[in-house]
């Protein structure tokens, strides 16, 4: 982490699991901050103030001096009627009341695209059809008209002890689907955010997707094959699935727009991220 003053201001809504992993990754300026819901992290490495997204009255805990936004919060409220008026609401405030925080960059997720064969890139034309992936469209097209907005759709977030190998080991069960899973390490992610921020002219949106998708009980097989901490009895399930899997194994989540970006991945695939 660098804290030169030439670094841009970053300002962190949500330190959680992605979000303290920022903290570690971007170069920001000595008057960045982030800011904590229910419990204040320990390790402080800037700044943190209390917010919560869904009380009014904590909104004005936001520091006025300009930063770049990253919102790390998924949706508050499962009815969109509902969601959409509460971020109105905080869209009109942020404008009145914070003018100067107006560049966001929204953490969303490849959930917004249907479950359906096809390859899916930021620019193609579609509707979500389940309803984590309506709420969290409805929140990027909202926000865009509140911020100078830089969308973000992140694959499956794995690492610093989350993905299928902690699964294995803690006894969750696999999915037995033939749909391809898109994924993305934590530490990536953050360096994927770290660039708009830094380049906020590179794109308006983005899918934070590795280089190879698998579905997960692929995944879980070559883990048990390659690790010596993980067992066949982790998943005993036969090591042959035929084509009769339910799920879509031709849904693609485009990953062009990210390579042309030039940033390069510390983990390219499961493989070096899971080893």
């Known amino acids: 982490m660098f804290t030169h003053t030439s670094a841009p201001s970053v300002g962190i809504l949500g330190l959680g699991f992605l979000g303290k992993i920022l903290t570690g990754e971007l170069n920001y300026s000595t008057d960045s901050w982030g800011t904590w819901h229910e419990i204040p992290p320990q390790e402080r490495e800037l700044p943190v103030f209390h917010f919560d997204w869904a009380d009014e009255n904590s909104w004005k805990e936001l520091p006025e001096t300009a930063a770049t936004l990253v919102l790390t919060i998924p949706p508050l409220l499962k009815n969109p009627e509902a969601e959409t008026e509460r971020l109105q609401l905080w869209g009109t405030w942020m404008r009145q009341n914070r003018p100067q925080l107006k560049s966001l960059i929204y953490v969303s997720t490849t959930g917004v695209y249907p479950k359906r064969n096809g390859i899916w890139t930021e620019n193609s034309k579609f509707e979500a059809d389940t309803l984590s ?97 993980l067992t066949q009895e982790m998943f005993p399930e036969s090591a042959e699935f035929s084509s009769s899997l339910p799920g879509t194994p031709q849904r693609v989540i485009s990953n062009q727009r990210l390579r042309k970006l030039g940033i390069t991945l510390r983990y390219p695939t499961f493989r070096q991220g899971m080893e």
Do not use: M
Not at 137 to 156: D, M, N, P
Not at 200 to 211: F, G, I, K, Q
């Open 133 to 229: 992936g309506k709420l969290r469209l409805l929140t990027e097209k909202i926000l865009s008209h509140y911020f100078s907005l830089q969308v973000v759709r992140a694959g499956g977030i794995y690492g610093s002890g989350r993905g299928i190998d902690f699964r294995l080991k803690s006894g969750k069960p696999i999915p037995l689907s033939s749909t391809l899973v898109h994924r993305i390490h934590v530490q990536d992610l953050a360096r994927i955010i770290l660039h708009l921020v830094e380049h906020p002219e590179s794109a308006t949106c983005v899918n934070a997707v590795d280089l190879e998708a698998k579905p997960s009980w692929q995944v879980a097989r070559w883990l048990i094959e390659n690790r010596n901490d």
